[in-house]
Each structure stands twice: as structure tokens, then as C-alpha cells.
């Protein structure tokens, strides 16, 4: 073999070797970004079940009348199924919705205003749970989503679609809901005049 032959061996060694560190360093990438989409989906999963939870409690808590507390209850026991069942996944979007619509016509403004002016410990706590589990939720389904639109770019690409990076990996998808919380705080006024009642209280 001469010497030319040599170098073309050489150099055929060197760029297969650098197109398979390249495609292995991109199935990694791809690997851990399939990793990210089942963590967040795990932390969006635990933050709607607390959130049906949160509403359950507040509707078996007495604090509602019969039928807001029938709808919320009602509501909040369909949310409850698994995200991991592709069949399922677009029921468990519509149940999700229909909670999120529940606890804005249950929990309106005026409604929650007079759960406020009760001066409740209970019913605050309950109410204090909930807001922190529905904002909980807005920011789990936003990372979520951040990351499968994350993995389905890469899987966009043609060396991935092509060397068939990503295996038999289900491509990953949004998990669209109506997820507006209803506004739980008492009004600005209100917090003044129990801050003022306090403080009275105080001396």
C-alpha cells in the first residue's frame, strides 16, 4: 500500500470518526431532551392533581352552596386521569378545561369576595391552597410545553428523521388546556380595611 493509499485510509478513519462522534453527540442531545419532556410532564401531572385535589377540598369544605359545590366536585373528580395514555390524553385535556371553566363560574369575583368577608381561617386556607395549586399549574404546563416544542425542533431535522436518532420514541405533543385561574385575593380595599382592623385590633 502506498503511501497516498495510507493517507486516504487515514483520512476516511478521521471523518467517519467525526460523523459518528457528531451523531452520537446529537442522540444524546435528542436522549436528553426526550428526558426533560417526561420530567415535565411528571411535574404538570402532580400539579393538576393537586389542583383537582385543592378544588375538591374546597368543595366538600361546606364554605360553597349546594350546587357550586356539586359542579366543582364534579369537575374536579374527571381530572383526574393519567397523562401517560395516549388514548386518554385528549379527555384529560377537555376535563382539564372544563375544571379551569368550573372554578371561574363558581369562584367568581363577587362569590370569593364573600368567602373573604367571613373572615374564615379555614376557608382562607383553602383558598390560599388553591390559588398557589392553579398557579402551579400555569407554570407546569408552561414548561412542559417548552420542552417538547424543544424536542419535536430537533426531531424536525433531517439527520435525525434520516438516521433515525430517535428511535421508536413517540413524537411528544402540547398539552393544551384552558388553564386561566380564577382570580381567589380579596380586593385591594379589602385587604386595607383588614390590615387597618388589624392593626386597631393590635393596640
Known sequence: MSAGDVAL?????????????????????????????ETTRAALDAALLRRAAAAEALAASGALDPASALLLASASAEATAPLDAPMERVEREVAESDLSRALRAVLSPGAVQELHDRRDEVVEELLADLSTACDRVVLARRFANDSVVAARRVRRGAVVRVAHLAGHAPLPRTFDVDDEPPALGPRAGDRRGARAAGQEGAA
Not at 10 to 18: E, N, R, T
Not at 23 to 37: F, Q
Open 9 to 37: 485510509v487515514l483520512a476516511a478513519v478521521v471523518v467517519l470518526g467525526g460523523l459518528a462522534w457528531w451523531l452520537t453527540a446529537r442522540a444524546s442531545r435528542l436522549d436528553r431532551l426526550h428526558v426533560r419532556v
